[in-house]
């Protein structure tokens, strides 16, 4: 009997986490117009259920991006590393800039874990490969596979926000450097701004060799700049009202 019961309990556990998550993915997913969720949730499973969950390749969620591709804004796509929550907390009040994660696909799935299991049509959410864990993780591979479509629509004048507490602050093995900056492509895009984030005891500053090796990744013709901003200046701007949404740095 308590065999019974321990089987019963971890099955209803199971089924509650699925629907969670899948409730989780549908109820963001309304939130945006247009888009067919059911479907979208659909075709986000085909990437990875029934497989083995370090083995999800980037190119598994190539149909999902199809279904529901990324819409660029020229002049006001931010991209980050590192300072995710400065950067949310600075987008959300000033309503100029859009991040990945103000995108369907972006805000649907941001701060989820997830995974498959072969022989299984389940979707899992409790013991998933670590981001570091294997290199084909599902997680891992839908932010390479975003990130990449994301840059790739990106126009005019773009922007990204960088860490001056850490060294590098462009640092090659992350998505920003690794898929990001290869696909800006000089027909759309003129120029990169980036702001460097700093605090009383930064250690880095726009002279640090990492942006050297930044504007060589970046194609040619895209204007670089580098902006050293710091943490208290950028709270206060972005809760100034900016109507013409202009730079505040
Ligand atoms: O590896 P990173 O930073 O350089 O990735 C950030 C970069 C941004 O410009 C985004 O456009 O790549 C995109 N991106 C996301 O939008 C995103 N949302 C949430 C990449 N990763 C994203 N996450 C989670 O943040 C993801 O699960 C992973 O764990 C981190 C990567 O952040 P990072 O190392 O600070």
């Known amino acids: 009997a308590l065999l019974t019961t321990i089987v019963v309990v971890l099955m209803v556990v199971l089924i509650n986490q699925q629907n969670d998550f899948r409730h989780t993915f549908i109820s963001r997913c309304e939130g945006f117009e247009g888009y067919d969720c059911k479907k979208l949730w659909k075709v986000f499973q085909q990437a990875y259920v029934g497989k083995s969950a370090c083995k999800v ?12 591709p990324i819409q660029p804004a020229c002049n006001r796509m931010m991209f980050w590393s590192r300072s995710k929550q400065v950067v949310h907390d600075f987008t959300e ?14 805000s649907v799935l941001d701060g989820l874990s997830w995974c498959g299991k072969e022989n299984s049509k389940e979707t899992f959410t409790n013991n998933c490969p670590g981001w570091d864990e294997c290199e084909n993780n599902p997680v ?16 005019g004048g773009v922007t990204a926000m960088l860490n001056g ?11 920003f450097a690794s898929v990001e900056v290869p696909r800006l492509n000089s027909t759309r895009v003129n120029s990169l701004t980036v702001v460097l984030v700093t605090q009383e005891n930064s250690v880095s500053n726009c002279t640090n060799g990492s942006f050297e090796v930044l504007q060589k990744d970046l194609d040619e013709g895209i204007k670089y700049k580098c902006k050293e901003v ?20």
């Open 57 to 68: 390749p980037v190119e598994a969620y190539d149909p999902l991006l199809a279904e529901a």
């Open 93 to 106: 009040k000033t309503d100029c800039f859009i991040t990945l994660e103000d995108t369907l696909l972006g």
């Open 140 to 155: 891992r591979s839908f932010w390479k596979k975003a990130s990449a479509e994301y840059a790739h629509a990106a126009c």
């Open 165 to 175: 507490s850490i060294s590098p602050p462009y640092n090659s093995s992350s998505i």
């Open 230 to 249: 710091a943490l208290s200046w950028l709270q206060k701007c972005g809760s100034k009202p900016n109507p013409t949404c202009g730079p505040c740095w």
